[in-house]
Structure formats: C-alpha cells, structure tokens
C-alpha cells in the first residue's frame, strides 16, 4: 500500500474556536475550512511573496557565505581596499548576510527577516558612501556597487511591505510565537488496534526517533525526555485531557515543562474500509522563542519536520512490525551501490 503525508486544509467543522495555555500565557485561535489564506486571489499573491522572500534568502546566503570565504576578493570586487580593515568589514557583513538569509529560508512568512536585509542594506549604502571619500577606492566598481545594493534595496522593501501587509491581514504568519503542526497518514489496522499502541505511551520511543523515554506515572500523568539540538535533552510532564478509546487521546504539558505543547491524536475509519486515518495536531512554544525554532529547524529537529518522518515510522511498526531503514538513512554520505562484501 502506497501512503501520503499530507497537511489537511483546516480544522475539523466549519469553525472552530482553541484555547491553550503554554510558557506564553493564553493564547487563542480561530479558524474556518477552506478560507481565502488557502484559495483565490490572495492565496496566489502569498504564495508569490514567499517565492520571492525565499529568493532573497539564497541571494543573501550565497553572498554571506562568499563575504566570508573570500572577503579580500569581495572588497576587490567593489572597488575597495583589500586591507585588514575592509576584510573585517567583510566578514562582519557577510555574518549578517547569512543570519538574515537562514531566517528568511526557514521562515519565509516572517516580515521580520525582510526587513533585516532592508536594515543592511542601509548599512551597505552608508559604507560605500564613505569609501567614496577615500582616494584609493576604484569610483567605477563602486558606483556599480552602489547601484546594485539600491536596486537589491527596493525589492527588500517590497517584499517586506507585502509580507507585512499579508500577515496584518491574517493571511500570513502564526499566532504570537505560537507554533502549529498538523500532520495525517493512513495506516492499515483498526481504529482500535492504532490507539490501543498508540495510548501505552512507553511504546512511542520505538517511532518517534526524537524521544529519548516516556515514563508513565498514572493513569493520566507521563513524563517525557526529548532529543534537543547540539546533543542537548529537553523533559516535561503531560497529562491526557481527553481519552476516547479508538477515537482520540488530547493531551497538554504541565507547568514547567522546557517546552510547552499541547495537542492531539485522532483514529477514525478510513475511506473504503483501508484502515485507520491517524491525524497529529499539536501546538508547541519553541525553545528561545523563534530563533529557538530556526535553530531546530537546522538541525533537522523542528516538530513540523519530526512528526512527518514519526508517522512513517509508526505506519511500518503497525504494518509490519519493525521499522524499515533505507539504505540512504544506515549510510551518511555517499557510498556505493553494491553489498560491501562478496555474497559467501
């Protein structure tokens, strides 16, 4: 059977009205199916923004990462001094470029990041200002250069006006540091059979690749210990708020907790008779706020990009009983195509 993760469009009913509470206080959301963040007119012009947002954050990695390689070439380039002073310069400046490109690509939704380039931008023009004055600047490559971060300048501003806009409008962004995953996938087993795995929570550690324990305390209360970047552990208690045998399990961390989440799991029957529909809401605060959830996010362990490869995982340990590796994910790099000895 050939399954698909897949984001379902939007919440359950024709609206819906969530309140939790994490580190962050109460935090409310409302939503309707099918609404115009997804479709029509402006749909298409979020869409083209973020493509947009996202060019500008490769444009300002690649320069970053350039800025930084070779920052005496670069000084070069724009008609400057290649001294110790403008390769600092450089350096600094390609930091930031990379800081801002890193933010844009992992949230491309986020004004924030847009603007920051406009910020350096700023600072990009004032510094070729007074590299004019200097006798030794080429005027020519300057002038080029000038011309170039003006026009690099007005596309930043656009898009961040247009982000900006969207995101007051309700069509972009998310709730006040607030992050939110859903995730469904179709697994070949009863309702019942998926839940009944699912609520002995010790069981979740041999799917969930993150978690490194979950220790049950009583009927309602668990405690969890995640995997956390840089080799660090994050650990929280839950307690179940809602348990309907073979339909849901909704749960939500207790005060404390190194990262707040709350959330919930439903089992329903599956179109034709093909098993269980398992869909995963939850709502979580990143560690640090939202450079927490960047940072995560580069290392691969962001809950959005943890909850996909899980249900996988889940769907091979309920259909087949273990959990099936490729070939790619047992080797880290390139390696050859072929058994590494001879079959005896």
């Given at each position: 059977?050939?399954?698909?993760?897949?984001?379902?469009?939007?919440?359950?009913?024709?609206?819906?009205?969530?309140?939790?509470?994490?580190?962050?206080?109460?935090?409310?959301?409302?939503?309707?199916?099918?609404?115009?963040?997804?479709?029509?007119?402006?749909?298409?012009?979020?869409?083209?923004?973020?493509?947009?947002?996202?060019?500008?954050?490769?444009?300002?990695?690649?320069?970053?990462?350039?800025?930084?390689?070779?920052?005496?070439?670069?000084?070069?380039?724009?008609?400057?001094?290649?001294?110790?002073?403008?390769?600092?310069?450089?350096?600094?400046?390609?930091?930031?470029?990379?800081?801002?490109?890193v933010g844009i690509l992992t949230q491309p939704a986020q004004p924030a990041w847009t603007w920051s380039r406009v910020g350096g931008d700023v600072m990009d023009v004032a510094l070729l200002g007074r590299a004019f004055r200097s006798e030794d600047?080429?005027?020519?490559?300057?002038?080029?250069?000038?011309?170039?971060?003006?026009?690099?300048?007005?596309?930043?501003?656009?898009?961040?006006?247009?982000?900006?806009?969207?995101?007051?409008?309700?069509?972009?962004?998310?709730?006040?540091?607030?992050?939110?995953?859903?995730?469904?996938?179709?697994?070949?087993?009863?309702?019942?059979?998926?839940?009944?795995?699912?609520?002995?929570?010790?069981?979740?550690?041999?799917?969930?690749s993150h978690l490194e324990s979950v220790q049950v305390l009583d009927d309602r209360r668990s405690h969890w210990k995640a995997k956390a970047p840089a080799g660090r552990s994050v650990e929280w208690d839950a307690q179940i708020t809602q348990d309907?045998?073979?339909?849901?399990?909704?749960?939500?961390?207790?005060?404390?907790?190194?990262?707040?989440?709350?959330?919930?799991?439903?089992?329903?029957?599956?179109?034709?008779?093909?098993?269980?529909?398992?869909?995963?809401?939850?709502?979580?605060?990143?560690?640090?706020?939202?450079?927490?959830?960047?940072?995560?996010?580069?290392?691969?362990?962001?809950?959005?990009?943890?909850?996909?490869?899980?249900?996988?995982?889940?769907?091979?340990?309920?259909?087949?009983?273990?959990?099936?590796?490729?070939?790619?994910?047992?080797?880290?790099?390139?390696?050859?195509?072929?058994?590494?000895?001879?079959?005896?």
């Amino acid at each position: 059977m050939t399954s698909t993760i897949r984001e379902p469009g939007g919440y359950e009913g024709a609206a819906e009205r969530r309140t939790w509470s994490g580190n962050g206080g109460s935090r409310e959301r409302r939503g309707t199916d099918g609404g115009s963040d997804d479709y029509g007119e402006r749909g298409r012009e979020r869409a083209a923004a973020e493509r947009r947002a996202r060019g500008l954050g490769w444009f300002s990695l690649g320069l970053g990462l350039a800025q930084i390689a070779a920052p005496r070439a670069v000084a070069r380039l724009i008609g400057v001094r290649d001294d110790d002073e403008n390769r600092n310069a450089m350096f600094a400046i390609g930091l930031r470029e990379i800081t801002s490109g890193v933010g844009i690509l992992t949230q491309p939704a986020q004004p924030a990041w847009t603007w920051s380039r406009v910020g350096g931008d700023v600072m990009d023009v004032a510094l070729l200002g007074r590299a004019f004055r200097s006798e030794d600047t080429d005027r020519t490559r300057a002038g080029v250069a000038t011309a170039a971060v003006l026009g690099v300048t007005l596309l930043d501003v656009l898009t961040s006006r247009q982000l900006t806009r969207l995101r007051s409008e309700g069509n972009v962004g998310e709730a006040a540091g607030t992050k939110e995953v859903t995730k469904a996938i179709t697994v070949n087993r009863s309702p019942d059979e998926v839940y009944r795995f699912w609520r002995n929570f010790e069981n979740l550690p041999q799917f969930m690749s993150h978690l490194e324990s979950v220790q049950v305390l009583d009927d309602r209360r668990s405690h969890w210990k995640a995997k956390a970047p840089a080799g660090r552990s994050v650990e929280w208690d839950a307690q179940i708020t809602q348990d309907i045998p073979g339909e849901l399990i909704a749960w939500e961390s207790l005060e404390g907790a190194d990262v707040a989440n709350a959330g919930s799991v439903r089992f329903a029957t599956a179109p034709g008779g093909r098993g269980t529909e398992l869909t995963v809401k939850m709502h979580y605060d990143p560690p640090a706020g939202p450079l927490g959830a960047i940072v995560a996010k580069l290392f691969g362990e962001e809950p959005g990009q943890q909850v996909d490869g899980d249900l996988r995982r889940f769907k091979q340990v309920m259909e087949t009983g273990e959990v099936v590796h490729s070939d790619a994910s047992i080797h880290r790099g390139p390696h050859p195509a072929r058994p590494s000895a001879a079959p005896m």
